[in-house]
Every structure is written in structure tokens, then in C-alpha cells.
């Protein structure tokens, strides 16, 4: 028999009993400490899996390339002012419209102006290029001019054009604006110039074979030098060539 205490073991004694020896306790297992636990968050926790998305396939990456492409052109070429288009023949003239080696012969550009206008090598053989004459005084007129057979009005202008080696052969400039127009090595063959204006305009190398230059303004350097290419006479005014440059 176990006694479970001394005042147990003390009765069975008496009694004439005796108590059993108490089985040795087994060994307490140690107990663990707690894992720490983590700073943040409470506790450990699982690590998730990262999932890999598939990427593009070739042929959408190629697609989003050549969108961004257009995308990119679309800015570059898009214009940023609706300007509207500027016609070559229309007499808007200016430096922005490029007549240069185009074929304008026989066309008719009175009053027409070409501000700057690019011509180099242009065509504008029996072209007409001249100014109006209108009967009368009225409009600005003067008398005098009125009295010499009418009103001289502006002819075409290509004041500052670039027409180096452009033909005028057989064309009207008669009261044209040429000033300070580059017109080297062009081709003034049996053109009327009547009245034109050549104000600081550049010559070297013309050729002026039947032209007329009756009452056109030159500076002394410039008329000696045109007298020194100068001969024939103009086919429709029958003027001689040297006698309008008043050559010596």
C-alpha cells in the first residue's frame, strides 16, 4: 500500500501495516522558453509565394512599338497653326514658295507678286509680268502721265527675288519690280523692261540680246556695264537695244 503522508504511514503502523515504498518521481522535462516574437506583427509569418506574371507576347510587344511610333510621328508633323496652303502660281509669292526651275512660260502674272520668291533657273519666256495702263487721272494718276497715253500701274514684283539664271526671253516687265533682286546670268533676251524698276539689282553675266530698258533708272556702273553686252532691238517695240541703255 502507498501512503500518500506521514500521518498515514503513522496509522498503518499502529495497525500493524505498513506502507509501500513511494515510487521515485520521474525527471520534470525542462519547459521551453517562448520564440521571441517578431518586432513587428506579432509573430512569424508565412512567406507568400510570389507569383510570376507572363510577360508580353512578341507580337503585342511589336504592336505597343509601332503605336508609340505613330503616336511620336503624329506630334512631329502635326502642325501647329492651321495655315493654309500657299499656291506656287497664285501671285502670294514670297520666300516660303519655291518657283525655282519650273517651266512658267507664256502665263499671265501681271500685278503678281513674288516678295523674295525663289526662282533660280525658272522659266517665264514670253511671260507677262507687266503693269496695267488705264486711261484717265483718276486712282493717283498724275496729269502728265495721263498725257503720255495713261496711268502706269505696279507690274509684277520680285523685289528681292532670287533669279539667278532664270529666263525672261520674250517676257513683259515693262514697270516690273526687280530691286534688289539677285537675277546673275539670267536670260532678258528680247524682253520689254519699260519702265522697270532695277534698283540695286544684280546683273553679272545677263543676257539682255533685243531687250528694251526705255525709261528704267540704273546706276552709272551698272549702265556702262549692260552697254558692254547690250545689241540688237526688241522685236515688238523695235527699240534698239544700246539706245534705251542711252549707251555712247
Known amino acids: 500500500m502507498i501512503c500518500s503522508s506521514s500521518r498515514m504511514a503513522a496509522t498503518l503502523r499502529g495497525n500493524g501495516a505498513a506502507c509501500a515504498p513511494r515510487a521515485a518521481a520521474a525527471p520534470r522535462r525542462p519547459r521551453c522558453s517562448p520564440a521571441p516574437r517578431a518586432a513587428l506583427g506579432g509573430g512569424p509569418q508565412p512567406q507568400q509565394q510570389q507569383q510570376q506574371q507572363p510577360g508580353p507576347s512578341p507580337a503585342a510587344r511589336a504592336a505597343a512599338g509601332c503605336a508609340a511610333a505613330l503616336a511620336s510621328a503624329a506630334l512631329l508633323l502635326a502642325p ?18 519655291s518657283l525655282s526651275f519650273k517651266d512658267l512660260s507664256g502665263q499671265d502674272f501681271h500685278g503678281k507678286k513674288f516678295v523674295k520668291g525663289e526662282m533660280r533657273a525658272t522659266k517665264f519666256d514670253g511671260a ?50 526687280l530691286e534688289s533682286g539677285n ?22 553675266g545677263v543676257k539682255i540680246a533685243g531687250a528694251d530698258f526705255s525709261d528704267v533708272a540704273l546706276r552709272r556702273d551698272v549702265q ?16 534698239d537695244t544700246r539706245e534705251s541703255l542711252l549707251c555712247e
Open 128 to 177: 507677262n509680268l507687266a503693269g496695267a495702263r488705264a486711261r484717265g487721272v483718276g486712282g493717283g494718276c498724275c496729269r502728265a502721265a495721263a498725257e503720255r497715253g495713261g496711268c502706269v500701274r505696279e507690274g509684277a514684283s520680285l523685289f528681292g527675288a532670287l533669279a539667278e539664271r532664270a529666263s525672261f526671253v520674250g517676257a513683259d516687265l515693262s514697270n516690273a519690280d
Open 224 to 239: 556702262r556695264y549692260l552697254c558692254t553686252v547690250a545689241g540688237g532691238a526688241n522685236s515688238r517695240t523695235g527699240v
Open 183 to 204: 537675277f546673275e546670268y539670267a536670260d532678258f533676251s528680247d524682253a520689254v523692261l519699260a519702265g522697270a524698276m532695277l534698283t540695286n539689282t544684280q546683273l553679272k
Open 80 to 97: 501647329w497653326g492651321a495655315a493654309p496652303a500657299a499656291l506656287a502660281v497664285s501671285g502670294g509669292g514670297g520666300a516660303g514658295n
